[in-house]
């Protein structure tokens, strides 16, 4: 009797402990990012998550940096990463990058940019 239960209590465990790693296995994240001053962003078609700052996401930004066509342009990017609860307030889920896959440029147009009405009497007052 002792030595089923030993074994079915090891087996419980064995499996528990495996289940906790594939947690940890990275995904294939393809998205649109952007990191602006200490924030950034990964957005996909039905996602949105924040990003955890690290080695990889800045060396991330600094190969999307040259593809941006404006400040604030999302660029499209296939990561892998792990994908966690966000225990702080923001972003319900975070990302971890683990490893830069690729880099694309954008292929949408930029944003309709709309003048405030102060912009445009700043503008005819240069004149």
Not at 6 to 32: D, H, Q, T, V, Y
Not at 44 to 50: A, L, P, R, V, W
């Amino acid at each position: 009797m002792k030595k089923s239960f030993i074994l079915i209590a090891l087996s419980l465990i064995l499996f528990s402990c495996k289940s906790e790693n594939k947690n940890e296995e990275p995904n294939l994240i393809r998205g649109e990012f952007i990191l602006i001053d200490d924030a950034a962003v990964l957005k996909g078609k039905d996602f949105i998550y924040g990003v955890i700052i690290n080695d990889i996401t800045l060396e991330l930004a600094k190969k999307v940096e040259p593809l941006q066509r404006e400040e604030y342009d999302m660029v499209p990017v296939v990561v892998k990463g792990i994908i966690k609860p966000n225990p702080e307030q923001g972003w319900e889920e975070i990302v971890e990058i683990k490893e830069i896959i690729g880099v694309s440029a954008p292929t949408s147009e930029l944003p309709t940019k709309i003048k405030s009405s102060e912009e445009d009497k700043s503008s005819d007052l240069e004149k």
